[in-house]
């Protein structure tokens, strides 16, 4: 099959800020991609100053970070919006060459992250980048515009079965938070400070340049898309063998420790099972959870809804686009914590919700490998 390096194909955009303009304000999603805050959240986030936000024009090409991860989309849904400042732009060269759809998948494909993980540069695996001229002299197959057309309806068509699945996932945990509200809201109970609620907090460890032990490490997305998401993961080398400490187990309440989007920094959930072979990496923050205090469902809900989301936007502090919170401001925040009787009424019908989840969960893992298998033998002209 016929390749051309991605610079041939694509070029920075000429970046304009928003200055005083009224834009949408879009933020970038792991399994979505590019989404407008109105949708993914019911209302605007981003703070009221969006005036240094970069403006993209329909058909440009957004690209976030980690970039690793996949974190990379076409802006398709405005003739403008507005993304984080720290997002690079880009603009498709010749529409005639190639088609963004296509484009699109190869660059969110396993190929196409691994070639970004082998040429990323940095001393720390979490300042790890990747330069602006590998990215470009990365080789990308170019089959006939047709061909490539053809191949992105098949994929595009194989990811809505995966986006369907998330849904119904998403559509249970929406089932919770109305439970939630239902046996909570309106009533006054005791309040008490998170650090109580999780006596111990510890920061994760994430892989290093030249280590030599490998382990399974989650990436961000594995908790900050709703729920638990173990596929979210990577093989990392670690300097050391991860401690216990420093891998997942089911006492512990995992939480975002930093984010370029304030409305994920302090995202927390659990995993409903110990996994020893998963390590947190350390832009997670763990904190083992008071049992005889809290019931881990009651406590996972609880920190979603908006008092305690408040609270925590309100101690993140950024440093160059990061929003990032620490131990210490996570121990201070405040939640209600109704008697354990009624945390356990609450976490009994939690788990008739989620019932469900493990055949859905099942069913996605499979979708997922479908999908793979379909990008690799796209990519490689067998599809």
């Not at 609270?311 to 919170?325: F, H, L, P, S």
């Amino acid at each position: 099959m016929k390749h051309a390096a991605l610079g041939d194909l694509i070029a920075p955009a000429k970046v304009r800020r928003a200055d005083d303009g009224n834009f949408p304000v879009l933020s970038m999603t792991m399994h979505a991609g590019l989404i407008s805050q109105e949708e993914r959240f019911k209302k605007r986030i981003a703070s009221s100053d969006t005036s240094d936000y970069k403006v993209v024009e329909k058909g440009q090409l957004v690209v976030g970070f980690p970039i690793n991860e996949g974190v990379l989309d076409f802006q398709l849904q405005f003739d403008s919006a507005v993304v984080s400042p720290a997002y690079g732009v880009w603009e498709v060269k010749d529409e005639s060459a190639v088609d963004r759809r296509y484009l699109k998948r190869y660059l969110t494909s396993p190929r196409a992250i691994q070639y970004y993980i082998a040429k990323m540069k940095g001393s720390t695996a979490r300042r790890r980048s990747l330069p602006t001229n590998e990215f470009v002299a990365m080789p990308v197959p170019l089959p006939a515009v047709d061909e490539q057309r053809r191949i992105a309806e098949i994929l595009d068509r194989a990811d809505a079965i995966r986006a369907k699945r998330r849904r119904v996932l998403a559509h249970l945990d929406l089932l919770t938070d109305s439970l939630f509200e239902r046996m909570f809201g309106g009533h006054s109970f005791e309040v008490a400070e998170a650090g109580r609620v999780m006596p111990v907090m510890r920061n994760g460890l994430s892989p290093a340049t030249g280590g030599e032990y490998p382990a399974t490490v989650l990436t961000l997305s594995a908790i900050t898309q709703g729920g638990f998401d173990p596929s979210a993961s990577k093989i990392g080398l670690f300097a050391v063998d991860p401690p216990a400490d420093k891998r997942v187990s089911k006492g512990d309440f995992l939480m975002c420790r930093g984010n370029g989007n304030r409305s994920l920094v302090g995202v927390g959930t659990y995993s409903r099972e110990d996994r020893p072979d998963l390590v947190f990496p350390d832009t997670v923050i763990a904190g083992r959870v008071d049992t005889a205090l809290v019931e881990m469902d009651f406590l996972e809900a609880a920190w979603r809804r908006r008092p305690v989301r408040a609270q925590i936007e309100a101690v993140a502090r950024t440093t160059n686009g990061t929003y990032k919170v620490n131990q210490q401001t996570l121990s201070g925040i405040l939640l209600q914590v109704p008697p354990i009787g009624f945390q356990r009424e609450f976490a009994d019908r939690v788990a008739q919700i989620n019932e469900r989840r493990p055949a859905v969960a099942r069913a996605l893992v499979v979708d997922d490998e479908l999908f793979a298998s379909l990008q690799s033998r796209a990519f490689r002209g067998e599809l």
